[in-house]
């Protein structure tokens, strides 16, 4: 039987999908199975539920009303005869505010059902980081009056460890932002406390768990906390993504140390995943579009004019961009398109992981409107980073007619406010702000002058393309950047597995 797992803080299901996917070598069925999924967010909560439909069946069986579903073709994704698969997914996953007192009588009540009896279960989740993240508390030093010691979400991770300490997990992960380990409350540093929180969640006399990181030997860890952090780029993950993220094995059950992770041979680009969907464009802002090409030349060519003088290379390659647009007009994608794309071009360890022959067509690839000015500017900073290797930073790598009124724009806090991603490098950290603008994700296609799709943000973040985001377009891109790359959460099972199958 799959071992069970609850995810708690569960976002769209990352980590779970990551889980609930690994398939031990020379197996043929998952080794693990969500048993329980928590999450505050209503659109994150309908993503959940949906996922954990399809997983109701075997790989590769789902049903066909799922994929009319997500293609907008009906209205649910189940029918008469898998209405008790969408029973089960509905009290899998559950739309749950972890502290809330009802809320977590809920919750624990359905973790006791799943820890009861000696088989072996996982918790895995991560607590809300904004109060750890390098941002979050540059934002926090500006308000008046702010304590760190009077910020609950600084200890949001005791929900994780009371469920620990009450119903004893065999194994657990727990995920969060670099930040976590420079965070400092009332003077002392957050994370040795953790640590010594998740080791003896109960205390002295309760329950012990050896913390370890997943890419270092154990051995080897001593006062190093950094052996925590996990770099996605170096795990096949199209993305620089650095994360917290330890294994806490119960003394007693788990004694043997499972292998760490291994850097991969070679780095996944973001090329690999994006280059072969099909283009989009932007909408605009202060009008209706109605010919695109002609829009996109005009915005291409004046930008190549603004360019020239300094940025001679950079201008030439906007000519060339000019001279590319196509007279069919892309559109601005939607919730489901046709495409004729298969595997062939992705990364091997990808393309089984990405693709679905059963979808005929991708999800979610949808883009934001911009105002013209900005289209210049996402042009121009495509056409720099392909010319030069790199996005321009600041006001000194801008033509002035293109600097934006910002009031901070030459202040040199914010130089990357316009970036473009590089075909041939691992993508920026995908985050949540991709739901306010798309200046830090423009695609590296001058001719698409547009910023990131959902699809794309998603591949990048490596959600299989069948995976649908529910909710408005701006609730899809906080999912996708809120969530652990599953690539990534399918390695840390195969690492937890060794751990339980072994010891």
């Not at 046709?338 to 990405?354: E, N, T, V, Y």
């Not at 883009?367 to 996005?391: C, I, N, P």
């Not at 901070?408 to 691992?426: L, M, T, V, Y």
């Not at 995976?467 to 195969?494: C, D, H, I, K, T």
Request: charged share 25%.
């Amino acid at each position: 039987m799959p071992i069970p797992v609850v995810d708690i803080f569960a976002g769209p299901g990352g980590l779970g999908e990551g889980f609930s996917a690994f398939i031990p070598k020379g197996g043929r069925e998952p080794a693990f199975k969500i048993a329980v999924s928590a999450e505050m967010e209503v659109n994150a909560a309908r993503t959940l539920r949906l996922r954990a439909f399809f997983r109701q069946f075997p790989p590769g069986e789902a049903p066909e009303s799922y994929y009319e579903y997500v293609r907008g073709h009906r209205k649910t994704p189940w029918t008469d005869e898998t209405q008790g698969e969408w029973d089960a997914a509905c009290r899998e996953a559950l739309q749950l505010t972890v502290g809330t007192p009802e809320h977590d009588a809920i919750l624990h009540e359905r973790v006791a059902s799943v820890s009861k009896g000696d088989r072996p279960w996982i918790l895995v989740g991560g607590p809300p980081c904004q109060a750890y993240s390098l941002v979050g508390r540059a934002r926090n030093r500006g308000i008046a009056g702010y304590r760190p010691e009077k910020d609950e979400r600084h200890f949001l991770y005791r929900h994780y460890l009371e469920l620990i300490k009450n119903h004893h997990p065999t194994a657990f992960v727990m995920e969060n932002v670099k930040g976590i380990l420079s965070s400092k409350v009332g003077g002392a540093l957050v994370f040795p406390q953790i640590l010594r929180d998740l080791a003896e969640p109960g205390g002295p006399d309760g329950p012990k768990y050896r913390i370890i990181p997943f890419v270092a030997p154990p051995d080897t860890l001593g006062d190093d906390t950094a052996q925590f952090i996990l770099r996605a780029e170096e795990l096949g993950v199209p993305q620089a993504r650095h994360r917290v993220i330890l294994l806490g094995l119960s003394e007693g059950v788990c004694n043997r140390d499972p292998p760490h992770l291994e850097p991969t041979p070679a780095a996944t680009h973001v090329r690999h995943v994006l280059e072969q969907l099909p283009p989009l464009r932007s909408g605009l802002t202060t009008k209706t579009v109605r010919d695109w090409s002609k829009d996109a030349t005009r915005i291409l060519r004046a930008t190549a004019s603004h360019s020239r003088r300094a940025w001679g290379r950079v201008a030439d390659e906007l000519d060339a961009a000019a001279a590319r647009v196509s007279d069919r007009d892309p559109g601005t994608g939607g919730r489901w398109m046709p495409w004729q794309g298969d595997r062939a071009s992705l990364p091997p360890h990808l393309a089984s992981w990405l693709h679905d022959p059963r979808l005929g067509g991708l999800l979610n690839h949808e883009v934001r409107s911009h105002m013209e000015d900005d289209l210049k500017r996402y042009a121009y900073t495509a056409a720099f980073t392909k010319v030069r290797g790199v996005s321009p930073r600041g006001a000194n790598e801008f033509p002035t007619i293109l600097h934006p009124n910002h009031w901070n724009w030459e202040s040199g806090k914010f130089i990357d406010r316009f970036k473009a991603q590089a075909w041939d490098r691992p993508s920026s950290t995908v985050t949540s702000h991709l739901s306010k603008d798309g200046h830090y994700f423009i695609h590296p296609n001058p001719v698409q002058l547009r910023s990131l799709s959902v699809r794309e943000a998603a591949r990048l973040q490596t959600f299989p393309d069948n995976y649908f985001f529910e909710g408005a377009r701006g609730a899809q891109f906080r999912q996708v950047g809120n969530a652990v790359p599953p690539w990534m959460a399918n390695q840390l099972a195969r690492v937890v597995y060794s751990a339980l199958v072994e010891s």
